[in-house]
């Protein structure tokens, strides 16, 4: 039996190798032997945050039970520890990236990136942290009213506000697993951020005496790259495919 995360990370599958009858071909003697291929079947799953129950379980020998839930245990591990080590490094949020074919080449010169993690297993890396916003005091000057200060943010933090807020839109989006891209979220909450995207839009365009065309020169290119990175990797994958969510997260 083999273990592994699926792709969000979310769940361990057990799989095993089957053979399977494919056909029969004449031997040398003259009778005919059949020709077996070998397939992997899933045997069960459950959640990494939980114990594992259920009576394929339970029919397993103590120690194989024991080797799986210790693997399941350590990938949890990893996992939690690169969050805190996100947290202090001052990054929140993202999803945690499992190895897979593609994985070398997109994350393979990532600082944390775990050269010896196999297929299936937790790469070190968490896809989409992002900083967190920390507001800075400006001091008053010495004759305004008391000696409070006034927490302000910065344009650079805000502009990073606004992709969490993307991300935390994904996020809520993920959520309802049972819809799908086109109706995870209703037409009332999409105007509604339609509405809130177009004040930022006209701050930055016609508050500034800016035209469109001048930003989209420079950056079409570079945000392109940047959404088609976000909708192959974890739970942004959900934006690009037409299945339910559930079972987008699931695979």
């Known amino acids: 039996m083999q273990a592994r995360l699926n792709s969000s990370a979310e769940e361990v599958v057990v799989r095993k190798t089957v053979a399977r009858p494919t056909g029969k071909i004449k031997g040398v003697s003259g009778r005919e032997r059949?020709?077996?291929?070998?397939?992997?079947?899933?045997?069960?799953?459950?959640?990494?945050?939980?114990?594992?129950?259920?009576?394929?379980?339970?029919?397993?020998?103590?120690?194989?039970w024991w080797e799986l839930e210790s693997w399941a245990w350590d990938q949890r591990r990893k996992i939690q520890e690169a969050y805190e080590r996100n947290l202090e490094e001052g990054l929140v949020g993202g999803s945690p990236v499992v190895v897979s074919d593609k994985t070398k080449k997109l994350y393979g010169d990532h600082p944390h990136y775990?050269?010896?993690?196999?297929?299936?297993?937790?790469?070190?890396?968490?896809?989409?942290?992002?900083?967190?916003?920390?507001?800075?005091?400006?001091?008053?000057?010495?004759?305004?009213?008391?000696?409070?200060?006034?927490?302000?943010?910065?344009?650079?933090?805000?502009?990073?506000?606004?992709?969490?807020?993307?991300?935390?839109?994904i996020e809520a989006m993920a959520e309802r697993r049972n819809e799908t891209r086109r109706t995870a979220l209703s037409e009332d909450e999409l105007l509604a951020l339609y509405k809130a995207e177009r004040v930022i839009f006209y701050i930055i365009t016609r508050g500034v005496d800016k035209k469109q065309r001048e930003y989209e020169k420079e950056t079409r290119a570079e945000i392109e790259e940047v959404y088609r990175k976000l909708t192959k990797q974890g739970k942004g994958r959900i934006l690009r495919l037409k299945k339910k969510i559930g079972e987008i997260l699931d695979e």
């Open 114 to 169: 775990d050269i010896e993690a196999k297929v299936g297993e937790f790469s070190g890396v968490i896809a989409g942290a992002r900083q967190r916003l920390i507001k800075r005091d400006i001091e008053q000057h010495e004759d305004a009213e008391t000696n409070e200060s006034a927490a302000l943010r910065s344009p650079e933090e805000i502009a990073e506000g606004l992709r969490s807020a993307g991300l935390d839109l």
């Open 34 to 64: 059949k020709i077996f291929t070998n397939t992997t079947k899933e045997v069960f799953r459950w959640r990494i945050d939980e114990s594992p129950s259920g009576p394929e379980f339970g029919q397993m020998a103590s120690d194989k």
